[in-house]
Each structure stands twice: as structure tokens, then as C-alpha cells.
């Protein structure tokens, strides 16, 4: 018996319907785990093993592979800094320095509240945009040590239920890889990506 | 000289919406899947062959070729590689989110001519938005019977499926790719005798391409490879997308022509150095390749083989510039860090080496080096990379761990003044002499 809501249930069978083998669907519905309770659980993963037909340590042999899936609880939002090469040149280290003395919680740590989570990470392909952050893997390029504080002390303030990467560029970016002209209307809903197929999507009716 | 954009044409003429299939079909986008749907898989093996174009992922394997290898079992699988997470690199974002379609054309094509029915577009997990581009594409182009099932009103299936990593460097290795697409770890395969056009996806043949090599493709059909071997230098035809980072007035990705030289791409492409500071040191081809001096380098022309024969690679295309204020051990700790933590774990040279080499470039840049330290980075590199050369011998099962050495080999040949100071002077020179001023 699944613990998962009929919503997400819904979505794991579209996601398993696009793979020629079940095993395929392990990721995605891995996210989909950590989007049901915000972070991967070992019943996330025992859930996940039942949809796909592979044992418990199998699900976490895969898991624990990869950086995205968490398997701590979370903050609402996951502020990712990037300390990578290009980053590190022009300024990442005092962004991320900036990000962890504003918001108090040193990287790899979520705060008492749940509310953020820091993490310095490899290159995000934004190096043209250096220092570059996400917020929920949404993009903000030309980062300042001061814009990010502003950043953190607004998401505290304002906790969008959904953020959007063009907002949050605007109000607290700078120079960007190459032009973008579009304003996207789809924005991350926790600390997972925001992609349509996984129902991690925010919506497209932002006023 | 003056070279046609070829993949950024028309999100540069059309930026505000060179993303939607309107815009796409409006400037002869879906002709050139409509036209090979009518070729055989010899006309388009050939016709790829004959452009020259070489895989952009980083390999420069000659596309063409790679799709004749294709072993005859069937069914065939296609995956498309947009891991893109080599540092440096931000090109294949900017074809994803910018010309989604663009792709899409280049994997019909690739599946019409290796008889594929099932491609998969692998893109790495901290690419929400290019991802949500290329759905909301792959949903357009269903909508207009481009995808599914009998595609252009004809009697070929095409399913495609967008699959999202989940922070993974080593899975834009091919093998690994296919292996995190099968549900498992993303480690890399033997090679032997798991080349993907053997034995690839679920062990059917499986062609893995770049998304800047579909991208291509399109263009190739529309103009003709001979026209195609014109843009360019002969030994690499077409543009190729450079990312240029790090200290420069104009970041950004550049679609050029193979030839100029470095100091034209730095000095006017990109607009020089902010402050106008002296170029200490260029990576030329993302964190894996060995780095060029401005000394020796800088008139060098961007080629493939001028590039090889000065002992490094353009690899993925990623041109990071660092200025005289850079620390060089600093900025080795930083690419060695990156391959430490991206290590898959599978060969003791790569998973210890790196760590290894972390370790003491760390303790050199904080200022607890000892003068026998540049030695045993060596002795630690060459353990990981026999002889110490570029190309690396394999010691490993993929060159991930060779890639590692590639600064410790600028610290040996360009810059080993630099790290004894940091010992002798029992921190970096560069933060010194700030302290002191
Ligand atoms: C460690 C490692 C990482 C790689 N990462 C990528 C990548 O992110 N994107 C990519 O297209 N190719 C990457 N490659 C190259 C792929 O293995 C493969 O050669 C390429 O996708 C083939 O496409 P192409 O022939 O069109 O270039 C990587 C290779 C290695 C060894
Ligand atoms: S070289 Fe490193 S990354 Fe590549 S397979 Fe071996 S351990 Fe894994
Ligand atoms: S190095 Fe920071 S985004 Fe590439």
C-alpha cells in the first residue's frame, strides 16, 4: 500500500509510463519522494523501491550517489553557492562567506526553523555569470556579497510559497552568462528542481 | 574575417522568442527532419561523415563516424548528452533554453538515421529551467505530430523522453550517462566492451551525442556538408561554442570559427582584462585540460591540434582567463577539489589520488607546506597519470582521474616558483603582500 497522495501516485505512473525498463524511473520518482515530504526518507526510498521492483539498499545505492538527493531534512529554501573555479575567481568564497553569516547557518546546515538550508557547490554552468548562486536550483547570476545578504533577509521576509529565478535575478543579480530576453513564469516549490514531469513545478499564473 | 553563426543565428536574430516552434518553423526549422525521413541511413551516415563535424562534449569524435560504429541489434537508443557540468562550461544552457527545437531537429535526424524509436535528452539535475525549455518544446513538437507516433504524417515512432540528473559530474561520462539512465549509480563502464554503440542502454547499440552536435545537425542537412567543411578550418569544420569566464570584461559563449588565435578571443572578443591586469594563465579546454601561459601560448591559434600538440585540449569549449592576481595554487586546489568530489570511486589511482592531492594543495595554499611537497604531488599525480604526460595513460577506467592532474602539471612547468614561496614565506605571496600594503 502506497503512503503517497493519489496526486503524486498519479504522476509516478505518467513518469514510469516513459521509460522502456521500470528501473529508469528511479530518479525521477526519487524526486518525486522528496517532493511528497521534502526530503528523501527511508520510507521515501522503501516507496520508491515498491514502484520500480528493486530492493530498499538498491534504492539507496542509488541515492547516495548523487548531491541533490537529500536525505537530511531540508530548508524551505536551498541556497546553493558555487565555489567552483570561474565562481571562485570573482568573489564566490565571500558570497557564500555572505549567505552563511546573514542567514547564521554555516554550509551543509539547515537552520532551527527549517527555513534554509546552505550548501556550497561545483560549478553550475553559470560562469559567465560568476559568482552565481540557486535558490531551489532556480538561477541568480552577477552575485555581490551584499546582494546575497539581501537575498537571504528577503527570503526570510517575504517566503515566496514559489521562487521564480527571472525575480529573483532582477531584484538581486547582475551579470548573466548571455541575454535572456523572456520573463519564464514557472518557479521552484521546495528544495528540489522545478520541472513539469515531477509536479515540482510552480505555477503559471504569477501576478 | 567574418564566419555565419550556424546554432546561435536565430536566437540572435529573434531573441525574443528563437525558443517557441512557431519562431522555429517560421525560419525553415522541421524541413530538415521532414527531408531525412526520406533518406536512407547510409545517404545520412554519409552526409554527416563528409562535414567533418566532430562530437562537441569534449572528445571531438568525428559525429559520422561514431553512427556508422552502430551494431546492427536492434532496437537502437539514443541519448542525448546535456550533463553539461564541467567548470567552465555554460554553452549547451544557452542551446537548450534559447533554441530548443534546434535539438530536436538534430535528434530526429540522429534517430532517423540510426533507426532509433526511443531517444532520451539527459539533462543534469541543476538545469530546471534549459529542462523545462526542452519539455515545453518536446510537448510542441508532439502537439504538431513531430513526435510520437508516426511523425510527420509518416509510419515512423519517435518517443523522447527528457530525463533530469541529480548532481553528478561523472555522469556526462557516456557510460556512466547510460548507467544512471538504467536506474543505477552513475558509474562509468569498461571499455571494452561496453562502447555504447555495442553494447550501450539496456546493452543495445546506443549512440550518445553532445547537445551542441545535435544542434548542428540541421544546418548540416540544410546547407550541405560541403558547404559545411567551409565554415571553419579544415581539420574542424563548422563553429564551435566557446565559454569564456574568469577575468575578462565580456564573459560569455562566442560561436567562432576554429583558428584565431588566443589573444584575439581574450584581447577583443572579450574585451581584455578588467583593469587592464596582466594574463597570468588561460585553462583552454574546462577544468580538465592542461593549462596555457600567456609566454608561450597567446599567439597560438584555437585548434584542435595546435591545442594537442602544445600538450593540452578545447575539450568542452570552456576558456577560463586568470589574471596576475590569481593565486596559481589556489586555482589548482579548486579544479583538484572539484575532481576529488566528483570522483565515482571505482579506481584506488582516482578516488585516493585526488583526495590526496586536495589535501596538500590546501595545506600548501594555508601555509603549511613543506618543501617536499611539490614532489609528492607529483609522485601522487603520476600514480594516477603514468608519466605524467597529455594525453594521459589510462590508469583508470575513465579519464575523470587523469583530468585531475592537469593543474598540478601547470604548477610543475609554469608556476613551481610560486608554490615554493608559498612554502618558504609559509603562506600565499599574493596574500601577503596585500596584509602588507
Ligand atoms: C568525466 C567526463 C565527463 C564528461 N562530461 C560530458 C558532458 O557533460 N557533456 C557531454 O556532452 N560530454 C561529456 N563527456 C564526453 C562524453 O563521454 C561523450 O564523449 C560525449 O557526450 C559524446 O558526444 P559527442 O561525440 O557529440 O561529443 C564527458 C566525458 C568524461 C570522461
Ligand atoms: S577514473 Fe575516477 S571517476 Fe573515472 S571511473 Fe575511475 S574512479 Fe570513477
Ligand atoms: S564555476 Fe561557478 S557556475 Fe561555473
Redesign the pocket.
Known amino acids: 500500500m502506497s503512503q503517497w497522495s493519489e496526486a503524486t501516485q498519479e504522476r509516478a505512473r505518467e513518469i514510469m509510463a516513459r521509460y522502456p525498463q521500470k528501473r529508469s524511473a528511479v530518479m525521477p520518482l526519487l524526486y518525486l519522494a522528496m517532493a511528497e515530504e521534502g526530503h528523501l526518507s527511508d520510507a521515501g526510498m522503501e516507496e520508491v523501491g515498491r514502484w520500480v521492483g528493486i530492493t530498499p539498499a538498491q534504492v539507496q545505492a542509488v541515492a547516495t550517489f548523487y548531491t541533490m538527493y537529500k536525505r537530511k531534512p531540508t530548508g524551505k529554501y536551498l541556497i546553493s553557492c558555487c565555489t567552483s573555479i570561474s565562481c571562485m575567481l570573482l568573489g564566490g568564497d565571500d558570497v557564500l562567506h555572505a549567505v552563511e553569516d546573514e542567514s547564521g547557518v554555516p554550509h551543509g546546515e539547515t537552520d532551527p526553523e527549517g527555513l534554509v538550508s546552505v550548501e556550497h557547490v561545483e560549478c553550475i554552468g553559470a560562469c559567465g555569470g560568476a559568482p552565481a548562486l540557486q535558490v531551489n536550483y532556480e538561477l541568480v547570476e552577477g552575485v555581490t556579497p551584499d546582494k546575497a545578504r539581501e537575498l537571504v533577509r528577503w527570503l526570510g521576509n517575504a517566503r515566496p510559497e514559489v521562487v521564480y529565478g527571472d525575480e529573483m535575478q532582477e531584484l538581486f543579480g547582475g551579470v548573466r552568462s548571455f541575454d535572456w530576453a523572456i520573463r519564464e513564469e514557472n518557479g521552484a516549490m521546495g528544495p528540489y528542481p522545478a520541472f513539469q514531469p515531477l509536479g515540482t513545478v510552480g505555477s503559471e499564473e504569477k501576478a | 574575417m567574418t564566419t555565419p553563426l550556424v546554432v546561435t543565428k536565430r536566437m540572435s536574430e529573434f531573441p525574443a522568442d528563437s525558443h517557441t516552434i512557431d519562431r522555429y518553423e517560421a525560419t525553415g526549422g522541421y524541413e530538415q527532419a521532414r527531408r531525412a525521413l526520406g533518406m536512407t541511413r547510409d545517404q545520412l551516415v554519409e552526409e554527416i561523415k563528409a562535414s567533418g563535424l566532430?562530437?562537441?562534449?569534449?572528445?571531438?569524435?568525428p559525429?559520422g563516424m561514431?553512427w556508422s560504429f552502430l551494431a546492427p541489434a536492434r532496437p537502437s537508443f539514443l541519448v542525448v548528452?546535456?550533463?553539461?557540468?564541467?567548470p567552465g562550461?555554460f554553452k549547451?544552457r544557452q542551446l537548450l533554453e534559447r533554441d530548443p527545437h534546434q535539438m530536436l531537429e538534430g535528434v530526429i535526424i540522429t534517430a532517423i538515421a540510426n533507426e532509433v524509436h526511443h531517444a532520451f535528452v539527459y539533462i543534469?539535475g541543476e538545469y530546471p529551467k534549459p529542462a523545462r525549455r526542452v519539455q515545453a518544446a518536446v510537448d510542441e513538437a508532439r502537439a504538431r505530430g513531430y513526435l510520437g507516433r508516426g511523425i510527420f504524417g509518416s509510419d515512423y515512432d519517435l518517443e523522447l523522453t527528457v530525463h533530469l540528473g541529480a548532481g553528478a559530474?561523472?555522469?556526462?561520462?557516456?557510460?556512466?550517462?547510460i548507467n544512471s539512465l538504467e536506474g543505477l549509480r552513475g558509474e562509468?563502464r569498461l571499455k571494452p566492451p561496453y562502447f555504447p554503440a555495442a553494447k550501450g542502454l539496456y546493452m543495445q547499440p546506443t549512440i550518445?551525442?553532445?547537445?551542441?552536435?545535435?544542434s548542428n545537425l540541421p544546418h548540416i542537412l540544410a546547407m550541405g556538408s560541403e558547404e559545411f567543411t567551409r565554415i571553419g578550418h579544415p581539420d574542424d569544420t563548422g563553429t564551435f561554442l566557446i565559454s569564456v569566464s574568469g577575468h575578462v570584461n565580456r564573459p560569455g559563449n562566442y560561436e567562432l570559427p576554429h583558428g584565431i588565435t588566443w589573444r584575439h578571443l581574450i584581447y577583443e572578443i572579450a574585451g581584455g582584462i578588467p583593469g587592464d591586469r596582466e594574463l597570468k594563465a588561460i585553462i583552454p579546454g574546462g577544468a580538465?585540460a592542461p593549462w596555457f601561459v600567456p609566454e608561450i601560448h597567446l599567439d597560438d591559434q584555437i585548434t584542435k591540434d595546435v591545442c594537442a600538440e602544445a600538450g593540452s585540449m578545447l575539450g568542452?569549449g570552456a576558456v577560463i582567463v586568470m589574471d596576475e592576481t590569481t593565486c596559481m595554487v589556489r586555482a589548482a586546489e579548486r579544479i583538484v577539489r572539484f575532481f576529488a568530489h566528483?570522483s565515482c570511486g571505482q579506481c584506488t589511482p582516482c578516488r585516493e589520488g585526488t583526495t590526496w592531492m586536495e589535501m596538500i594543495l590546501r595545506r600548501i595554499e594555508e601555509g603549511q607546506g613543506r618543501p617536499i611537497d611539490l614532489d609528492l604531488l607529483l609522485d601522487v599525480s603520476d600514480n594516477i597519470s603514468v608519466g605524467l604526460n597529455w594525453p594521459p595513460k589510462m590508469t583508470t577506467i575513465?579519464?575523470?582521474g587523469p583530468?585531475a592532474v592537469s593543474p598540478i602539471l601547470a604548477l610543475r612547468d609554469y608556476f613551481r616558483d610560486e608554490v615554493q614561496a608559498h612554502v618558504e614565506l609559509g603562506g600565499c605571496p599574493l596574500e601577503l603582500e596585500k596584509a602588507a600594503v
Open positions: 566532430l562530437g562537441r562534449g569534449g572528445a571531438a569524435f559525429a561514431k548528452n546535456g550533463d553539461e557540468s564541467e562550461t549547451d543534469r559530474y561523472i555522469c556526462g561520462e557516456e557510460t556512466a550517462l562509468p550518445v551525442n553532445n547537445v551542441e552536435t545535435m580538465s568542452s566528483e575513465c579519464p575523470l583530468s
